[in-house]
Nanobody
Framework: QVRLVESGGGLVQPGGSLTLSCTPSGNIHSIDVMGWYRQTPGKRRELVAD???????DYEDSAEGRFTIVRDNANHTTSLHMNNLKPEDTAVYYC????????????????WGQGIQVTVSS
């Protein structure tokens, strides 16, 4: 079993910066895609950014140019550096790991973190 632990959320003023980090537990062999999603009350969870093991990155339009996603394949961690934060970035952010292959396993699985609150407000 894998648990994704998110950290780094909190309250920040508009224009400020935060870095979210995601650290998995478990005996992981590899992870295909790691990403960050966010969700606000009454809305669907949406992709913010993701990165493949090969380093291919996709950003949601509003995140492009302000957010940077990175990953460490050796430790299976990912971080989301968020700059120039806006009130509309306020949401619960979730770490996602897709195509997780555990050591000794024959099939891949998907995992989600429990979510971390990011609030952008003056």
């Amino acid at each position: 079993q894998v648990r994704l632990v998110e950290s780094g959320g909190g309250l920040v003023q508009p224009g400020g910066s935060l870095t979210l980090s995601c650290t998995p537990s478990g005996n992981i062999h590899s992870i295909d895609v790691m990403g960050w999603y966010r969700q606000t009350p009454g809305k669907r969870r949406e992709l913010v950014a993701d990165i493949t093991a090969e380093g291919r990155i996709d950003y949601e339009d509003s995140a492009e140019g302000r957010f940077t996603i990175v990953r460490d394949n050796a430790n299976h961690t990912t971080s989301l550096h968020m700059n120039n934060l806006k009130p509309e970035d306020t949401a619960v952010y979730y770490c996602n790991a897709l195509g997780v292959l555990l050591v000794g396993a024959r099939h891949v699985t998907e995992y989600w973190g429990q979510g971390i609150q990011v609030t952008v407000s003056s």
